[in-house]
């Protein structure tokens, strides 16, 4: 049958039928020897074919966010698979940051599914308005929607995207206020919230797993650990993309290949210099591209590596066969 996977434990996973029901099922030997990447594996939000309590196949999935998994290797972390909406959630206090939008907004766009940005905790925020403004400069194409997730204000703003069937996967830092919110629109206090630090307003992770909830209007919720520091899983064009504004200056460029460093004629240093162009927008960009470009260069590495010890392998097989024959 087909399920779907509602949390993931250490070596087993929670899955929900179509019935309604809910069972537990590991993997089948095959699918946990022969998948050589750890975003194959399956993640919260994925489709499973399952025969009784065995996982067999994760089926193809339509959207993913992704980021790249902590540490120095170079593999990609599934946050949570097949979603509508991606809710990037953000507080309006002290934990307020724009280039940390920018990196979530563009993996949000990577995913393939929409994106819409939840400013959370109104009541603490004394220009409104002037941050609304300054998120839709930067996330072009997004939602914004100002919220207060703890006195419920702007909550009502929020229901077209909790229709039944539809799934939306909370992301942000930690204290922004994801657990929160989630207990508002379950109606009642499903997730574990806290307090958050005086001096930076970050706060501890009360949520330690994804999960795969379901809200009385049928919509389907995955809630997520917060992220301290996220690490995107995208490529250049991605984080292009995500900056429209800079790449049509560069349009304007007079050189084709023009690496906004000085040039002559260059656009892009134009419109830093009068000060349309924001310069701590352009340097989160170039650091995105460049990160963007060295992951794509570990990323074919990687494959490279992958091809050579798959022959190797079928290579070493062929010449046993060779010396039974």
Request: net charge negative.
């Amino acid at each position: 049958m087909i399920a779907r996977v509602a949390v993931e434990h250490r070596n087993s996973y929670a899955l929900r039928c179509e019935d309604g029901t809910e069972i537990f099922a590991t993997l089948a030997g095959k699918l946990r020897y022969e998948t050589s990447q750890r975003e194959d594996l399956p993640a919260v939000g994925d489709f499973v074919r399952v025969r009784e309590t065995v996982i067999e196949e994760v089926l193809p999935r339509r959207t993913v966010f992704l980021r790249k998994a902590a540490g120095d290797t170079v593999e990609a972390q599934v946050i949570a698979a097949n979603i509508d909406t991606v809710f990037v959630v953000t507080g309006l206090d002290g934990d307020f940051n724009l280039r940390r939008l920018e990196r979530y907004y563009a993996t949000a766009r990577a995913s393939g599914a929409h994106c819409a940005i939840l400013l959370n905790k109104v009541d603490l925020c004394d220009d409104l308005d002037a941050h609304v403004q300054q998120v839709r400069a930067i996330a072009p194409g997004a939602d914004v929607v100002a919220i207060s997730a703890l006195h419920g204000d702007g909550i009502d703003a929020l229901r077209p995207y909790l229709i039944t069937g539809e799934t939306v996967a909370f992301v942000g830092s930690s204290g922004a206020g994801k657990s929160t919110l989630i207990n508002r629109l379950l109606g009642r206090d499903r997730q574990s919230t806290g307090a958050v630090r005086e001096t930076d307003s970050r706060g501890r992770h009360t949520t330690t797993h994804r999960e795969l909830l379901e809200t009385p209007s049928g919509a389907l919720l995955i809630d997520t650990p917060g992220l301290r520091e996220l690490q995107p899983w995208v490529g250049e064009d991605d984080v292009d993309g995500a900056f429209p504004d800079i790449e049509e200056l560069a349009e304007n460029c007079r050189f084709r290949d023009c690496a906004h460093a000085g040039e002559d004629g260059c656009a892009v240093q134009a419109a830093i210099d009068d000060g349309s162009l924001d310069f701590d927008r352009f340097s989160n960009y170039r650091k995105m591209r460049k990160e963007a470009a060295y992951l794509e260069r570990q990323v074919d590495l990687r494959a490279q590596l992958d091809l050579k010890a798959k022959w190797k392998k079928i290579h070493k097989a062929m010449r046993n066969v060779n010396k039974r024959a």
